[in-house]
Structure formats: C-alpha cells, structure tokens
C-alpha cells in the first residue's frame, strides 16, 4: 500500500476468490468441484498475466503479426509490477490446489487465510510455502522463547551480511559491466560473470534468511530456501539446492502431472520439462532472456536425465574425487554462462556480453568507477562466504557456533555486526528478486 495504495485490492480480490472457491469445493465433488478449482486458477492466473505479461505478449503478438504482412499495432499499457506478486500468487495456487487435491482442509476462519497469503516475512520474496507447513502454526500459541528470538536474530544478521557486504558490494562492479555492454572484454566480463552469480545469490538467499529469521523470532518456521546449491555436481542437484520453495512448487504441481499423464515416460519426461523450464523462465519476468534461461537449463536438464547410464559409466572410469570436482566445476560454469541471460536487459547485451567473453586481457581486470571495491576484497567476501557455509553444512547459520565457548561465540556475533556496519552499502539497493 505503500507502493501504490490501491494495490491492496489486487490481494484482496486474490485472497477472497481463493478462500471461497476452497470452501465451495469442500462441499462439492465431481464435476462441480473441478470447475470451481479451474475457475480458481484462471482467476489467480489472471491477475498475474495482466499486470506482469501483458505488455510482452502484446509486443510479441505485433511482432509476429508483422512477420506475416499483417499491420497490428501494438499496445503498451502503463502499468506498474505489485512488489511479490509471483510469489504470493504461487503461494495462494499451492493452497487451493492443496484443498482440491484432499490434502489440506478448507481454512474456514478468513483471517487466518489471509494471514498465510500476506504473512509479511516472505510475503514479497518467499519462500513460497505450503499451507501445510505455515497454516497450522497460526493456530499455535507462540510465547516467547529466548533461544529461537536469539537463533532468528543470528539468522537475519547472517542475511544481512550477505546482501549488504557482499551481494551489494559485488554489484557495483557487476553492474559497471552488465550496464555497459561492448566497453568491458575478457577477464574482466569473466570476473562480472561469477561476481553476478554470487551477488544474485547472496541477494536471494539473504532475503530468505531474513524472512526465515524475522519468522522464528515470532516461533514460525519457515521452510529451508538454499543448501549451498555452488557445490552441485550438475543442474538437476543445482535446482534441488537453489530456490527449493519454488523448484519443488514446479515439480508437485507441474512437473509430476504432467508426467502422470503421458503414456511414454522418457518423452513425457522431455516434454515436461520443457514446459516446466519454459513457464519456470518466464516466471522471473516478461523478457526473452528470461526465457532463454529458462529453456537452457530445461536443456541441461534433458540432457542429464537422457545420459544418465553414460555419465554412471564415466564416473567408474575417473577417481571419485576428481569426478565429483569437475562436475562441480563444468555446473558452475554452465550457470554463470546462463546467467548472462538472466542478468542482461535485452538479447543484444546478452550476446554482447558473451562476443566479449573471448577478448581476454589480464593486464586491468580492475574496473576504477566510484564506488568500487578492490577484487581483493570482493574474492575475500566470497571465500568467507564460502568458508562459513562449509561449516554450516546441512544446518542454520545459527546453529554454527552452538557448543562452542562463550567467548568465542560473542566475539563472532561482534564480528559479524562490526563487517554489516563498516563493510556493508547502504544505498538502498532493493533486492533483486522484489521485480518478480
């Protein structure tokens, strides 16, 4: 409301559709019961086609049209992107789908239904949960507790290092070169590359251990976001580990149905994931280089499911280690490769950037803009980075320094607020994932 006032309306129409249509479908069964369900989804759908892809698929339209001497002129509406939209409108289709499917009861009190759409940690950014997990917990008396207030506070202070030390700093740099395609080459195109891949990463994953923080203070959990998905031996690991609300969302509700409905199951397999990818693309925007993103680790992931005997085969040829360390390796690079697309504004800069990738100059990889941070510190952010999420493992952040000594635990969290103060941009830098 804050934004645009009005908006507020969008949510409510959202949240009063899906509350009815759930109520009504308790009550009905067979053919009744399923059109109420679609008319749910349309309506929910509706709402996010109108106001996030409109305008591109009127351009889109024009264009194609004009390929085939046909004059449609096309129409460009002023509208303005709701902050989270994708995510509460995925979150709100995961509960009537939910109820349709028998396994989640109605919600019959309204207030708690609307609460789950707009809980405000991850009302804007997610992670998108399930009615299941968040839903029963609203029911629940949640006193105070000092070790979950202290283990939420430890949580968000680790994502607010991530955004503001490393995810903003890294992006001045990034954004030097990405905003300026053709003036920068080589090693210092290859450093934006992997300085993008992380600084995307530190900004995301360090909404969500804030949200997941800002929640466990109350006494909510909220479902695990990240696991260290740099570490993936290939893009199907990568997508269990990275954005697992929404990897998982795709997979229970697209991705298995579609599967359960064909016949063959290695070309239903290359079909649904070519859709899921596909629509999974355009979900992060209304772009052709969102797609292309999408469509090339929908590729990737084809492929590995095609060639799994083969790869099997390698591995039992190459030491393990060595094995699991170039997979590493080529998966990374596959993803900073892809995330030229995601990251450039048109396919122009995109292939603009990538023509550049190859005009290596090691000489001045610095880039002197103000502002900018010697890549001495930024590698030095991104080895902490990767330092404290090797000890971390499996667990939260704030469970790292748990049984150690008192001295040295306060001594960290010192530490940690010491860098967020001295180290950390505060120039407002919104997070990356509040335009989807």
């Known amino acids: 409301m804050a934004f645009v006032p009005v908006y507020i309306f969008i949510l409510g129409l959202t949240i009063v559709v899906d509350y009815l249509a759930a109520l009504l479908m308790e009550r009905q069964t067979g053919f009744k019961r399923k059109l109420l369900f679609v008319a749910s989804l349309i309506s929910t759908l509706l709402i ?36 989270g939209l994708s995510f509460h409108t995925f979150q709100s289709m995961a509960y009537v789908i939910e109820v349709y499917r028998g396994n989640q009861k109605a919600e019959k009190n309204f207030g708690i239904y609307s609460l789950y759409v707009m809980f405000y940690p991850q009302l804007v950014a997610g992670p998108i949960e399930r009615p299941q997990n968040l839903i029963h917990q609203f029911y629940e008396s949640h006193n105070f507790n000092y070790n979950q207030v202290t283990d939420g506070l430890k ?20 954004n030097e070169v990405f905003n300026n395609p053709g003036k920068h ?13 992380y600084q995307v990463y530190c900004d995301f994953s360090g909404y969500s251990d804030i949200a997941i923080g800002a929640a466990r203070v109350m006494g909510f959990r909220l479902m695990k976001n990240f696991d260290r998905p740099f570490i993936s031996h290939n893009i199907t690991e990568f997508w269990r580990r990275w954005h697992i609300s929404l990897s998982s969302w795709f997979n229970d509700y697209l991705f298995q149905p579609l599967m359960t409905s064909t016949r063959n199951w290695k070309s239903g397999a290359v079909f649904s994931l070519t859709v899921v990818f596909l629509l999974a693309g355009l979900w992060h925007g209304a772009r052709w280089t969102f797609i292309v993103f999408g469509m090339m680790h929908g590729v990737a992931m084809i492929y590995e499911y095609s060639s799994r005997r083969a790869r099997r085969r390698w591995a039992k040829k190459i030491p393990g280690q060595l094995y699991g360390m170039l997979s590493t390796i080529l998966t990374f690079s596959f ?21 550049s990738l190859g005009h290596l100059n090691f000489s001045n990889p ?9 890549l001495y ?7 902490v980075l990767e330092i404290v999420q090797w000890f971390i493992k499996n667990n939260e952040f704030y469970s790292l320094l748990k049984n150690q000594p008192r001295w040295l635990r306060i001594s960290a969290y010192h530490l ?13 830098t919104q997070f990356i994932y509040f335009q989807f």
């Not at 510190?377 to 080895?383: K, N, Q, R, S, V």
């Open 48 to 83: 996010l086609i109108v106001f996030k892809y409109l305008n591109f698929f009127s351009e889109t339209f024009s264009v194609v049209a004009h390929q085939f001497n046909y004059n449609v002129p096309s129409y460009v509406y002023q509208i303005i992107l709701p902050v």
């Open 155 to 174: 949580q968000m202070a680790w994502g607010f290092f991530k955004k503001l030390v490393l995810a903003d700093r890294l992006a001045v740099y990034v």
């Open 185 to 197: 080459e080589g090693f210092s195109v290859i450093v934006a590359t992997v300085f993008f891949a």
């Open 335 to 355: 993803l900073c490769f892809t995330w030229i697309f995601f990251r450039s504004v048109s396919m122009h800069d995109a292939f603009s950037i990538i023509s």
């Open 366 to 374: 610095q880039i002197n803009i103000a502002g900018a941070n010697s």
């Open 377 to 383: 510190f930024l590698f030095a952010g991104i080895i």
């Open 416 to 428: 940690l607020i010491i860098a967020i103060l001295a180290f950390g941009n505060f120039n407002n």
